[in-house]
């Protein structure tokens, strides 16, 4: 793992991170909900999703589409 961001903390010390690793010789983006453990150490958990790197263009494209009609909506202005 290369660097991990966090983007959103939640209660108890859980937040969601993104992150690049590696299993079996592919590469894949994860958003994936991590945990402090007893040790004060953080772990991933199972909660989240690992996409395949080339399927990043993708998932950019849907943010793109989704978030202006989201904004919209959570705005009152239009709705589809």
Same mark, same amino acid.
């Given at each position: 793992? !290369? &660097?991990?961001? =966090?983007?959103?903390?939640? $209660? ?9 690793? +590696? ?17 004060? !150490? &953080?772990?991933? =958990?199972?909660?989240?999703? $690992? ?9 950019? +494209? ?19």
């Amino acid at each position: 793992m !290369e &660097e991990r961001i =966090t983007i959103h903390e939640k $209660a108890r010390g859980e937040t969601i991170n993104v992150y690049i690793g +590696e299993y079996r010789g592919t590469k894949y983006l994860h958003i994936r909900e991590w945990y402090m453990d007893k040790d004060q !150490e &953080e772990k991933p =958990t199972k909660k989240g999703v $690992a996409l395949p790197i080339e399927k990043i263009e993708a998932l950019k +494209e849907a943010i793109d589409r989704l978030v202006p009609q989201s904004s919209k909506e959570s705005s009152g202005k239009e709705k589809a």
